[in-house]
């Protein structure tokens, strides 16, 4: 259940400033899912070892527990398959919107 404040907190950041503070959207991201890009597949990643770097350092509560051996490609595809599901959401920001697919995806077993 805190996993899943805290995923709704990152989501709500920025709702109502009009100022930009993330980097990219799912927006931004959509059409390199449309073509399999190995840059949506990196930044996937990066999301993922910036998750596990920030709860290592105790900075947060966030985890992200893909299975051993789960590639880029399947973590990218994972994050795609939820900006096609929810097309709503494209325009939060896409660290947010990828840690919470994951996590749907691969809950942590506490």
């Known amino acids: 259940m805190l996993h899943k404040l805290a995923y709704a907190a990152l989501l709500l950041t920025g ?11 799912g927006n ?10 190995a840059a949506v597949s990196s930044y996937v ?15 947060s509560s966030i985890k992200i527990c893909a299975p ?4 880029g490609e399947q973590l990218r595809d994972v994050f795609c398959k939820a900006l096609l599901a929810k097309p ?3 325009h939060r920001p896409a660290a947010a ?8 995806a691969f809950p942590c077993k506490d």
């Open 68 to 71: 051993p051996g789960a590639t």
């Open 88 to 90: 709503e959401d494209r």
């Open 97 to 104: 919107l990828a840690s919470l697919a994951l996590d749907e």
């Open 28 to 37: 931004d991201l959509m059409a390199g899912c449309q073509v399999r890009s």
């Open 45 to 59: 990643l990066g999301v993922v070892d910036a998750a596990e770097l920030h709860a290592v350092a105790g900075g």
């Open 15 to 25: 709702l109502g400033t009009g100022a930009k503070a993330e980097f990219f959207s």
